[in-house]
Structure formats: structure tokens, C-alpha cells
Nanobody, 123 residues
Framework: QVQLVESGGGLVQAGDSLRLSCAAS????????MGWIRQAPGKDREFVAA???????YRADSVKGRFTISRDNAKNTVYLQMNSLKPEDTAVYYC?????????????????WGQGTQVTVSS
């Protein structure tokens, strides 16, 4: 059981950078794979990036070269560094946790979810 709280979203211009943070509590943070999933208006939830307990990181093709996921187990925090933001990145971004290490590109793999933080990128 883990509780997740996202922060760092906001309104930015195309080409700008933003760093999202997710603070975890109530569980053993280092035992979870952590992921970021986003949902744009009228769209299904979409996998963005994940990082496993073993240190492997994975990113969706749409964000490769622009977004980086990292974690700091001492702070029970996972980050998403977003560079070169595009209007297509506009969405609510959710932090999520799972004990799985496979099938991570599917939102259904994640057991625990934060409340989300809004990212809006203007043209």
C-alpha cells in the first residue's frame, strides 16, 4: 500500500522544460516500479515512462529524446524531467506504482495512482 502525490505541473510554452515530482508514502518505495502515465482530454490514458527497482528505465517512443525518468529512493520520490515540450504533451500526468517489472507500457499494470497534475503547453 502506497500513497502518491504529484506536483510540478503548470502552463508553459512550446519548447520549455518542466520537472514533475511524485512523493510516495505508506509503503516501501524501493520495492516498486514507478511510472508516469498521462491522459489528454477525450483520450485514453497513455504510458509515458517507467523505472524499475533494478534501475531499468523505459520511455514511450513519443517522448524519447525529450523526457527522462529518475528516482531518489532516499527521498521516496520519482521525477519526470520534460524538455522540448510540445502542445501534444498537454495532459494530466499521473504518478503510479506497481510491483510488476513487465508489461509496464500498459496503464493496467499499475496498482496505485496519484491524483494527477495538469501540464498545459501552449503553441
Amino acid at each position: 500500500q502506497v500513497q502518491l502525490v504529484e506536483s510540478g505541473g503548470g502552463l508553459v510554452q512550446a519548447g520549455d522544460s518542466l520537472r514533475l515530482s511524485c512523493a510516495a508514502s505508506g509503503g516501501t518505495f524501493s520495492s516498486y516500479t514507478m511510472g508516469w502515465i498521462r491522459q489528454a482530454p477525450g483520450k485514453d490514458r497513455e504510458f509515458v515512462a517507467a523505472i524499475t527497482r533494478n534501475g531499468g528505465s523505459y520511455r514511450a517512443d513519443s517522448v524519447k529524446g525529450r523526457f527522462t525518468i529518475s528516482r531518489d529512493n532516499a527521498k521516496n520520490t520519482v521525477y519526470l524531467q520534460m524538455n522540448s515540450l510540445k502542445p501534444e504533451d498537454t495532459a494530466v500526468y499521473y504518478c503510479a506504482a506497481t510491483r510488476k517489472i513487465a508489461g509496464l507500457a500498459l496503464p493496467l499494470a499499475y496498482e496505485y495512482w496519484g491524483q494527477g497534475t495538469q501540464v498545459t503547453v501552449s503553441s
